[in-house]
């Protein structure tokens, strides 16, 4: 009986686990089947993300008063003009010299390199003798006096302190007018940390560096330095794609950027920049950091063209306290310079070296040595490689790219905010003359770099700039953040700073901009506005009246300087292109109406030089009179050989010199 029991429940037993296996195996394969038919629905959805490109942007800026479309940086058009450029090295050989900055004892150390000298001296047992000479500054600060005499040195040596410059010199100790190599070194001394920063008291301070770089559009940015571009896209990267220029050329773009002045009102309320003495007198943003305990620093490439010094007095007293102009006057007469053929105006190689190496490893050194210390302000900027062909960008974008990762390995973008940007786009040449050209010149690029304790401290702030990446914004505008930026560091109760003086609407891009702003409350004036469209006009009679009406403006103006007796009066060639300003409401299809008085943008070129000019001009064509003001109209190509009979920074644009007419 016990045992047939025994059988029988181990018989339930079994059926019981038989009967368990077929349920849990029922149950885990409608689970296979459901997750199965999950897994897959799911990864369909991801594949069809990824598949699914982004709709193409439209619009920069597209809000109810300013629509800026989108510009395809690689359309059919520009693609057929369009040559990325090939870096050309200025020196194929190692450096025998090279320096060093050591943090123990911060010094600036001299190395020889043995084996690069050897190489040299072809493998021989010569001797050979390494000398600097320090840049010695001069009286004007805008120059250097001369080369100290010479001072050999052997390796490992240490710079003292106060040498800034240096042009060194490896000879043959036999023969010492055979030069191994030449070079030059600029160097940034550490400074002690002033008293009242070594216990910092108050809100913490940003420092801030503007890596500039001529003529540069934020559509060709996009076509020429993509690697750069896809970086900038990086957290705490802020683009400002309704950023739009206010003036023609660079010296008024950026004089308001740092003193928030157009060049007339400065002339009627602070000083005439072209007298000797008015930009030391300028309230410019550097004095505003430096009343703030910033460290300042500033440099820029090619001393002929440079912002300040292009027809311009410069400066009578040293501007900040790293300047690098007196550096570069020394490279540019002690060093060999070499220029592009096909560019024969900007120094392309001063030495072994790129003119703009110089100027943004200043940039590096001036950043390295004390942004982890102390807040600094300094603007770094580089003209050769993009002023004159713009295309030549596409070559330097790897050395570009290149500093922004020095920046980002250091660990200094997390204690400065970067803003990279650029005063104007092409201003001349291949690209002015596309259907897009107008944009590629009123569109500089500029980028906004936030570090991550500043986005925590001051989200409102990253917020708005997030916002205002899509909104219209001018010079004038940056001009307010930057002084933002300088009270944010002072005392809560310390005083506001005066705001841009010629654009009373305009804010601190920390601050929404108003949905509904126009070009006149960004401080922008009509020709250089890109938020309303323009139509194309057909060869209508009153076309050319508008050109001749325009003309006659020119040269009156040419009367009005005093100037006749040296530009020729001008005479209509033939019109490239007549535009009428139109409603952004208005469809394209309908029939366009003759109307008694609108704006126009035309586009022309004089018989004198084949000069091409572009103006913005209310016409009326009942009294068939022009309202232009000649100093806004652009001249859209070279014009260096055409006025060399003048030195007025703006008549240049529009005088062709009886003396340097050309027959026909």
Same mark, same amino acid.
């Given at each position: ?23 849990? =195996? ?25 598949? !699914? ?10 809000? !109810?008063? #300013? /629509? ?21 090295? @200025? ?38 003798? @390494? ?49 191994? /190599? ?19 008291? +108050? ?13 540069? !559009? ?15 896209? =990086? ?68 001393? =002929? ?8 007095? +410069? ?49 590096? /050194? ?41 920046? *980002? ?15 104007? +786009? ?30 925590? !401290? ?59 702003? $126009?070009?006149? /409350? ?6 250089? @506005? $890109? ?57 394209? *299809? ?47 190509? $070279? ?5 060399? #009979? ?10 062709? @010199? ?7």
């Amino acid at each position: 009986m016990e045992s047939r029991f025994r059988a029988n429940h181990q018989l339930f037993k079994f059926l019981g686990l038989c009967y368990f296996l077929l349920i849990f =195996g029922f149950v885990i394969y409608r689970s296979n089947i459901s997750w199965d038919t999950h897994f897959k629905r799911s990864t369909k959805n991801i594949l069809l993300r990824l598949s !699914s490109s982004p709709e193409p942007q439209q619009y920069y800026v597209k809000t !109810s008063k #300013c /629509q800026i479309p989108y510009v395809d940086p690689f359309n059919a058009e520009v693609m057929k003009i369009y040559k990325p450029q090939t870096l050309v090295k @200025c020196s194929n050989e190692t450096d025998l010299i090279r320096t060093e900055y050591n943090e123990k004892i911060r010094r600036h150390v001299l190395h020889i390199d043995d084996k690069v000298a050897l190489k040299l001296l072809n493998f021989t047992d010569e001797e050979y003798n @390494c000398f600097y000479q320090e840049i010695e500054y001069g009286n004007n600060a805008d120059n250097y006096d001369n080369l100290k005499a010479r001072k050999y040195f052997t390796n490992g040596y240490q710079v003292p302190q106060h040498v800034e410059g240096i042009i060194v010199e490896c000879q043959m100790a036999e023969d010492p007018e055979v030069v191994l /190599q030449k070079d030059a070194f600029m160097f940034i001394q550490h400074r002690p940390l002033p008293k009242e920063l070594k216990k910092p008291r +108050g809100p913490r301070k940003p420092s801030v560096i503007m890596y500039g770089i001529d003529s540069l !559009s934020r559509i060709n940015i996009r076509r020429t330095m993509p690697k750069v571009f896809k970086y900038l896209q =990086g957290p705490g990267w802020y683009e400002m794609q309704g950023y739009n220029k206010v003036a023609d050329n660079s010296f008024p773009n950026i004089l308001a950027i740092l003193s928030g002045y157009s060049e007339g009102t400065a002339k009627q309320q602070v000083c005439d920049t072209n007298k000797a003495g008015c930009l030391d007198e300028m309230p410019m943003i550097w004095k505003y950091f430096k009343n703030a305990s910033y460290l300042t620093g500033y440099a820029e490439d090619e001393s =002929g063209s440079n912002h300040f010094n292009y027809l311009k007095p +410069g400066f009578s007293k040293k501007p900040m306290d790293y300047y690098f102009r007196p550096l570069l006057t020394a490279l540019e007469s002690e060093m060999d310079v070499y220029r592009l053929p096909e560019h024969d105006y900007m120094r392309y190689c001063l030495g072994r070296r790129m003119a703009n190496r110089y100027i943004y490893d200043y940039g590096l /050194q001036f950043t390295q040595r004390f942004v982890h210390e102390r807040p600094i302000w300094g603007m770094f900027w580089s003209n050769h490689f993009s002023h004159d062909d713009p295309f030549m960008p596409s070559a330097m974008q790897d050395i570009v790219l290149g500093d922004l990762l020095d920046f *980002h390995e250091d660990g200094d973008f997390e204690e400065m905010i970067m803003i990279f940007f650029a005063d104007h +786009g092409t201003r001349f040449g291949r690209l002015t003359w596309l259907k897009e050209g107008f944009l590629e010149e009123r569109l500089p690029m500029m980028f906004i770099y936030l570090p991550p304790w500043f986005r925590d !401290s001051y989200p409102s702030f990253a917020q708005a700039l997030e916002l205002n990446q899509h909104r219209l914004s001018s010079n004038f505008d940056l001009h307010n953040t930057l002084k933002h930026i300088v009270e944010i560091g002072g005392t809560p109760d310390g005083p506001n700073l005066p705001r841009s003086f010629d654009c009373p609407t305009c804010q601190s891009l920390f601050y929404p901009l108003p949905e509904d702003r $126009t070009c006149s /409350q960004a401080g922008i004036e009509e020709h250089w @506005c $890109t938020c309303q469209p323009y139509r194309t006009l057909k060869r209508q009679a009153w076309v050319e009246y508008i050109a001749d009406s325009v003309i006659d403006r020119m040269n009156e103006y040419f009367v009005h300087k005093n100037l006749s007796d040296l530009c020729s009066n001008l005479t209509l060639g033939y019109i490239h292109k007549a535009e009428i300003k139109s409603d952004p409401n208005i469809e394209w *299809h309908e029939e366009l109406k003759e109307v008694e008085t609108a704006v126009y943008r035309i586009k022309f070129k004089v018989e004198q030089n084949s000069a091409d000019f572009q103006a913005t001009v209310v016409y009326n064509n009942s009294t068939q009179e022009a309202e232009v003001n000649v100093e806004k109209i652009s001249r859209t190509n $070279t014009y260096k050989e055409d006025s060399t #009979c003048i030195d007025d920074k703006l008549a240049k644009l529009y005088c062709i @010199c009886f003396s340097d007419l050309k027959s026909d």
